[in-house]
Nanobody
Framework: VQLQASGGGLVQAGGSLRLSCAASGLDLDQYAIGWVRQAPGKEREGVACTSRRGLSTYYPDSVKGRFTLSRDNAEKMVYLQMNNLEPEDTAVYYC?????????????????WGQGTLVTVSS
């Protein structure tokens, strides 16, 4: 199983980035999937997670209205559109998958992790 994240970079506050996660070796129909970030010196935080069939999507208040997750199970791709970025969004962003949505929401050791992609937002 591989979750290959890409799309990070340096952006000014107020700008946008789109992260992509290419999943291989697993049937996305059987997994909740989403994005977890970790900023320097902070705990990991689930920032956008969706249930197996996309019926439920979770965003914490810190990103609600600015981040949008989408998934294409057929193409095995997951995207995170991030708008109106803030310096506080600076972090390494990881794609994660687990049969249970809550495992990603609460970051309780999701079954699969990708390598991170760094997002840096300058003020």
């Amino acid at each position: 199983v591989q979750l290959q994240a890409s799309g990070g970079g340096l952006v000014q506050a107020g700008g946008s980035l789109r992260l992509s996660c290419a999943a291989s070796g697993l049937d996305l129909d059987q997994y909740a999937i989403g994005w977890v970030r970790q900023a320097p010196g902070k705990e990991r935080e689930g920032v956008a997670c969706t249930s197996r069939r996309g019926l439920s999507t979770y965003y914490p208040d810190s990103v609600k209205g600015r981040f949008t997750l989408s998934r294409d199970n057929a193409e095995k791709m997951v995207y995170l559109q991030m708008n109106n970025l803030e310096p506080e969004d600076t972090a390494v962003y990881y794609c994660a998958a687990d049969p249970v949505l809550h495992a990603i929401v609460a970051v309780t050791d999701p079954k699969y992790w990708g390598q991170g992609t760094l997002v840096t937002v300058s003020s």
